[in-house]
């Protein structure tokens, strides 16, 4: 899939603690650094696997607990036309 002008593709993979298991259905929300009130929100597939368009920018990425909290887990950067590949690890 190739993002729109001004955009990137974020995709990855949520695991369980053991690095190996996939966690079906989580929840990943993105908080744009600049804007905090500016949330995409994706669920990860059956085999724990997340895909997200975003504008450019600096974004905040948490994981949901399933429980209506979500764990801060890392800063991405995106930029435009770029794709970005990265394992998140459930605690």
Wanted: glycine share 8%.
């Amino acid at each position: 899939a190739r993002a729109s002008d001004g955009a990137g593709l974020v995709r990855g993979e949520v695991v369980l603690n053991d690095l190996q298991t996939p966690r079906a259905n989580a929840r990943v929300v993105f908080v744009s650094a600049d804007d905090l009130t500016d949330r995409k929100y994706v669920t990860a597939d059956a085999f724990g696997n997340f895909e997200a368009t975003l504008p450019a920018g600096d974004w905040h990425l948490y994981l949901g607990q399933g429980d209506g909290t979500a764990s801060y887990h890392k800063k991405v950067t995106v930029r435009p036309h770029d794709a970005r590949d990265f394992r998140v690890v459930s605690r």
